[in-house]
């Protein structure tokens, strides 16, 4: 399994699977449906951390290979983060009708809330339906699946963008370190000010350098806060 995603991902069948010389010479990939232009070994890094959704031969094409529409990193961050939006949202409607105080401390009491500690996510979803009480005016369905759904298609694009917890930034961290050693630009922003290392421009490495430097903003804001 992927060191990245722990699971047997698109790395697993380059390097272990395969090889990356023969996935260039007798594959074709896919990512939403568009052939992805692969020249060279280093041009198959960027999707190492997605999955195959499927996988045949073709007499013209060799191994045909379509990936899933976002990293692994992506989709499974969204999923845990939306059972914790949901919990949250229900959470906030009971203290509305039983009018006490929405905060931290009232959700990690409640039975919405799951652990012994809460961490710098909670206090970001907290604090962003504490200062606009219309997210949770929204309809969420009875079924969990179709609520969650909802969340991550909905909701976290528009009320909880930039949220990301500790243990997927370690996954981007230590990916973006490895697509930077292998030659693809990356960028770090310190107190503003913008850190570029020169290389081969991905837009999937960009987004996850600016993945790591929302949740580090995140981490940063609530430095200090108490559990």
Known sequence: MSRWTGKCDFADSCEMIHDPKSMVEKSAVYLCGAKIDIKDETDLIPYYTYLEA??????????????????????????????????????????????????????????????????LVWLEIVDRIKKDNDITKWHLSSDYRE??????????????????????????????EYARKNGYSTFTDENGKIKREKGKYSPIIMDMCFAINQYRKMEAKWQGVGK
């Open 147 to 176: 609520a969650s759904r909802f969340v991550e298609t909905w909701l976290i694009p528009n009320y909880f963008w930039g949220i990301h917890d500790p243990m997927h930034n370690r996954f981007r961290e230590e990916f973006v």
């Open 54 to 119: 499927m996988s045949c031969y073709s007499k013209d094409e060799g191994n045909v290979i379509h990936l899933s529409k976002r990293s692994f990193i992506d989709s499974e961050e969204a999923e845990r983060l939306s059972w914790k939006v949901i919990q949250a949202i229900k959470a906030f409607r009971k203290a509305k009708k039983e009018k006490k105080e929405f905060n931290i401390e009232y959700l990690k009491k409640s039975k919405f809330f799951w652990g012994e500690d809460y961490d």
